[in-house]
């Protein structure tokens, strides 16, 4: 018996898996240096010192926490991850990585307030369990998608990016941000 002849993936895959995994592996490093400016900032201000500053608010320590991770996150992901894609209006991208991390929070307080209030799970170590282990899993798989669709879209998505610098429209491809070389769609001119 023969075995059928293995059929090497196309080169546009291979480049796009390459593209994705690098996005990712980028993001999980910053996502690692924004959990560090989370956790540790959490865990101050609730068990630093004696009292902790925010001992009996964890809800109001994460919100914090969170917003201080979140500068940290928005600066690595706009300079490394997603430094190749366009760069639009500043100030719809801020409110929108905000706006967007905003609901990854939002899904790790859920997770700690089911936690905390809910079920009656007080430690430090079951808050940081439903905060910063199952809401960050949940939170960052969220954000992944989410970054990478509305913040820092393709330049083909972007509305209004137009084609590089140098090409012409329906000319040369223009890496989409996606790995896949595509040409850029014709503008039309006029009404």
């Known amino acids: 018996m023969n075995s059928p002849p293995i ?3 196309p080169r546009g895959a291979t480049s796009r898996w390459r593209s994705v995994a690098r996005e990712v592996l980028a993001f999980g490093l910053v996502g690692l240096a924004g959990l560090v400016v989370d956790v540790g900032v959490f865990n101050a201000l609730r068990f630093g010192g ?11 320590a994460k919100v914090l926490s969170v917003v201080a991770a979140t ?3 928005y600066l690595g992901n706009r300079h490394w991850t997603w430094r190749d894609r366009h760069w639009g209006d500043r100030r719809r991208e801020y409110a ?5 991390n905003g609901v990854g929070m939002a899904i790790a307080v859920t997770c700690l307030g089911v936690s905390h209030y809910v079920l009656g799970m007080t430690s430090p170590l079951a808050d940081n369990v439903s905060a910063n282990l199952v809401g960050l899993v949940l939170g960052t798989g969220f954000r992944f998608w989410a970054y990478r669709r509305f913040v820092f879209p393709a330049a083909a998505a972007s509305a209004g990016a137009g084609p590089p610098a140098g090409s012409a429209p329906g000319g040369p491809a223009a890496p989409d941000g996606d790995g896949l070389d595509r040409p850029e769609p014709a503008h039309r001119s006029g009404g």
Do not use: E, N, W
């Open 7 to 9: 059929v090497p993936a």
């Open 50 to 60: 004696d009292p902790g500053l925010l001992q009996g608010k964890p809800l109001t």
């Open 96 to 100: 929108t990585f905000f706006l967007l």
């Open 71 to 73: 500068v940290v996150t």
